[in-house]
């Protein structure tokens, strides 16, 4: 079995829920603290092991292919400063290829854009707009399922029952511990049809069986659905496995989630933890 190396990011979106903000900035480019949330996610590949990283973009998303890129003119104002300037070196230095998505036709339209790159290979995928913190890295945790077990792997978390009408849930057996066979995924599914309460999560790792599939992917309201997709590679006999992955998780493409990913990042910084305490202590919660 091939070793993932390659990575694939999505970050095509419009980002709507945050208008009038995102007119302009992309809302991969929205800051957690003070790092773009589409860093975090380069920054989880990276620590999972995989070196070959491509972003799938859209017009207008310019600023996330310069913030990756060197800058000279900035690094020489920044030569007083050597920590924050090696920093900007780093994020600099950091490869990357980055693919335009020239129509928004879906996920599965999406990663084919990038097979030119890719190739025939398995490969990592991210939505970036979840953004996960633990010590060990969510897509670390998929890769090493994919290794032990094969087949395409996809992050889930256990959610309020409540709430799964927001996920696809999973129908699926336990095969060990946090890590479960799925035998088919319902799309945000009514309280009373929802087969368990693992929610879905951006994460997967997808073999090089799953290309043809892509391709074949139908539109469904004008979108091609990598759900869709990995139905299609269940009925024809592949292998998907869910990982209950252990982490913290923020929905950053919602401003509440963006908000609490703030906050829990600066509780555990130590330059800022505790006047964020402090002040998080005035505030009036009546």
Aim: proline content about 6%; charged content about 30%; hydrophobic content about 40%.
């Amino acid at each position: 079995m091939p070793r993932v190396r390659k990575a694939i990011i999505l970050a095509a979106g419009f980002g709507t829920r945050f208008l009038p903000a995102t007119k302009a900035v992309p809302k991969e480019m929205l800051p957690l603290i003070d790092r773009p949330i589409i860093q975090y996610i380069v920054e989880e590949a990276i620590a999972s092991g995989l070196d070959q990283i491509v972003i799938v973009t859209a017009a207008a998303k310019r600023a996330v292919e310069d913030h990756f890129d060197r800058y000279g003119d900035l690094e020489r104002v920044l030569e007083k400063k050597p920590d924050v300037r090696e920093e900007v070196i780093r994020i600099g230095n950091t490869h990357l290829a980055f693919v335009r998505q020239k129509e928004m036709r879906g996920q599965a339209h999406a990663i084919l854009e990038t097979r030119f790159l890719i190739g025939d290979e398995p490969f990592a995928l991210f939505y970036p707009d979840d953004v996960i913190f633990g010590e060990k890295p969510a897509m670390r945790q998929l890769l090493d399922v994919h290794e032990k077990h094969g087949g395409n792997v996809l992050a889930v978390q256990r959610v309020p029952h409540e709430e799964i009408v927001h996920y696809g849930a999973i129908d699926a057996e336990q095969v060990e511990d946090r890590v479960y066979h799925v035998n088919r995924i319902i799309e945000k599914p009514p309280l009373e049809k929802a087969p368990s309460d693992l929610g879905t999560v951006g994460r997967y790792v997808c073999t090089s069986e799953i290309w043809p599939l892509l391709e074949k992917t139908p539109l469904n309201q004008g979108e091609m659905f990598l759900t869709d997709t990995l139905q299609m590679a269940m009925d024809e006999g592949q292998d998907l496995y869910a990982c209950e992955y252990e982490g913290e998780r923020f929905d950053t493409g919602r401003p509440i989630g963006l908000i609490k990913a703030s906050i829990y990042l600066g509780l555990r910084r130590p330059d800022i933890a505790d006047e964020l305490r402090d002040y998080l202590r005035t505030i009036d919660l009546g």
